[in-house]
């Protein structure tokens, strides 16, 4: 049963991937957003926004990124 939900999940994964235009570096993005679609579709599943919060925060966490390094690695000065 587990697998078969996976495998779903899988899927459903792909198809947002493809749907977007393929885009890279946002496979844990879909993959919440297919999990979070699968799970409140069973039959009986709540419909919480604790699923969709936390399809949400996997959404920030992927797309942190560092602060960009000035070129040349030297500061600026200002002359008095």
Known sequence: M???TEQHIRDRAY????????PEGREH???AR????????????AKSGERRQRASSTRKTATKRAPAKRAGG???TTKA
């Open 34 to 45: 297919a999990r979070t679609e699968i799970e409140d579709a069973r039959p009986g599943a």
């Open 2 to 4: 587990k697998d078969d």
């Open 15 to 22: 198809q947002i991937w493809q749907e977007e235009g393929q």
């Open 74 to 76: 030297r500061k600026r």
């Open 29 to 31: 993005e879909h993959w």
